[in-house]
């Protein structure tokens, strides 16, 4: 069965970073769009970040531009998201999803799935 693992989350203090990484298990990520979403509690699940197949095109959040930034290693086949900046209401559990083909924010439209790692912002 198709895998994504994510790590990275933990603990950080408002103003602190972190960098999540999604790595795949039993397939290459290449030819595919992978999107970083979020759930807090009580919360729906939102689209953070997402980048294309190829790298080419990256789409972010309004409520995450220009602090967080999405990479790919397809060598390595892995897709990284730096957080920097951090703000409390970007705690969440994070999670990677993939779909051939084109960004998408709705998390209906992708197949693949991490089991998500937990972001917490605190003091």
């Known amino acids: 069965q198709l895998q994504l693992v994510e790590s990275g989350g933990g603990l950080v203090q408002p103003g602190g970073s972190l960098r999540l990484s999604c790595a795949a298990s039993?397939?290459?990520?290449?030819?595919?769009?992978i999107t970083w979403f979020r759930q807090a509690p009580g919360k729906e699940r939102e689209g953070v970040s997402c980048i294309t197949s190829g790298g080419g095109s990256t789409k972010y959040a309004d409520s995450v531009k220009g602090r967080f930034t999405i990479s790919r290693d397809n060598v390595k086949n892995t897709v990284s998201l730096q957080m920097n900046s951090l703000k409390p209401e970007d705690t969440a559990i994070y999670y990677c999803a993939a779909r051939p083909g084109t960004c998408s924010d709705n998390p209906l439209v992708y197949s693949y799935w991490g089991q998500g790692t937990q972001v917490t912002v605190s003091s």
């Open positions: 039993r397939f290459t990520l290449t030819g595919y769009a």
